[in-house]
Structure formats: C-alpha cells, structure tokens
C-alpha cells in the first residue's frame, strides 16, 4: 500500500506542475499571437487553454482513483482513470477541431505578416514543453497511470503545435509577400497532429477499460517470484487486470495433490504475501490451488 500511495503523490505532483505550466503558457501565447498578429501562436494559446482544464480533470481522476476500495467499490477506484482519460481525449478533439475551423476562416482572409519576436517566443516554449513531456511521461511510466501518461502526450502535442507555428511564421516572415498564410496553414496541420496524438492516448485507456491482456512482463514476473514458494510445483493460468496505477491479479497455482486443504491454503497464502511484496504494485491477488495431475 505505500508504494501505492507514493505512485499516487508522484502523479498528483506531476498533475499541479502541469495546470501551472500550460497555465503560464496560455497566457503568454495568447499575448504574443495577439501583439504579434501571429494566429498559429492564439490557435496555440487555445490548446494550451483546454490543457488547463484536462489537466485538471487529470488531478480529480487520480484523487477519485487513488481511494481506497469499499463496500460499492470492491476492488477500488482506480477504472476512474481512463474514463477521465477519456475527457481529456475529448478535450484534445475540441481544441483540434476550434483550430482547424478557424484556420480554414483565416487562410480565405488578407492577413498581414506576423512579427519577428514571435519566434523567439515560440522557440523558448517548443523547449520547454517538451521537457515537460519527458518529466511527465517519466512519471507516468513510473506511476503506470493512464491519465498521466495523457497528460504527458497533451505537452508533446502542445510541443508539435509550437513547432508548426515556428515553421509557419517563419515562412510568412522570411519569405515575403504572398506567404502571409503560411502561419494560417501551420496551424491547419497542427489541428491534424493533436487528432492523432488524440488517438494515441484514447487506444491504451479502452485497452485498460476492456481490461485488455498488455501485461505479459508483469504475468512473467508473477510466475517466476511465485515458483519460488516452497510447495509450489508450477503456475496455470494467470489474469491480470488494470485498475487505475495498480493491478489485480487472479492466479492458479499447482501443488502437490496429496496435501491436505490446510496445507494447500497456507502455500496460496505464501505465494499471495511474496507477490505483495516483490510486485508492491499487485494490490490484490487471487490464488487458486490447482492439483498436480502427476
């Protein structure tokens, strides 16, 4: 349980560092866009925005998932998680489809070339937002959360946006009149890239949500800390189930048939108290005890 509770306050953690860095962002994109006629830089303030409120619904996924299970919630909270992953995705095909509707209106439109400082500004947030896909991707790797891991994914989208902006107006700028939509069409193709990295986050949260068989490593591991209980002749089948930033697991453990049903409950019960204690992310195993047919 206590490695469950760090898992659980490393992702928060990552969480609250997220709403105050797209936050920031948000503001300082919107600013800059607008002062800086650039509408690649105000479509990116917009996502950034809709990052805010996803980041937020990420922080109330992972405090519901993180409660311990009871009398209506046997085996805990933790489906919470992708079903919030969900609204995020949600979040992520709003904010693409804004962009890309308003890109199409500004590509029929005269537009007037964007500013040169826009490009500092967007370099400085193409670096640190893929920083903060890689603190927060780490850990959600380190947490198992799905959630996470779709808010990590929203900076790596924000990063792509950021760096089609750049390429936009850099275009507008540089190469001169006739191009001014060059930051219009950046944007265009940003929408596209957000749908996608949309689709890379919703296909694990339904894998976990059809409880999905992913987990071949963990199933290895069960196996392998379980055969060396003493009395344990091998392992059948093994099912393991998903629930938020932990796992359920449903074992059948083959025993010597002669042995009385005490001795069979005391060898599940070693094989259960073993696994709790190699896998802390195992938060509740199963042992069925299977008679060696030989």
Partial sequence: MKATINNSQKAIQATYISILGNTFLAIAKGITGFFGNSYALIADAIESTTDIFSSILVLFGLKYASRPPDENHPYGHGKAEPL???????????????????????????????ESFTLIVLGLIIIFKEISFQYVNKKSNETKSTSLKADAWHHRSDAITSLMAFIGISIAIYMGKGYEAADDWAALIASLFIVYNAYLIFRPALGEIMDEHLHDDLIDQIRKSSSLINGVVGTEKCLVRKMGMNYI????????????????????????????????????ILVHIEPDSE
């Fill in 249 to 284: 697991v449903d074992l059948h453990v083959i025993v010597d048939g002669k042995l009385s049903v005490v001795e069979g409950h005391s060898i599940a019960h070693s094989v259960k108290d073993k696994l709790k204690i190699d896998l802390p992310e195992v938060t509740d």
């Fill in 84 to 114: 919030i992953t969900f609204a995020v995705v949600g979040f992520l095909l709003i904010s693409a489809t804004v962009i890309f509707i308003e890109s199409i209106h500004n590509i029929q439109r005269p537009q007037s070339k964007p």
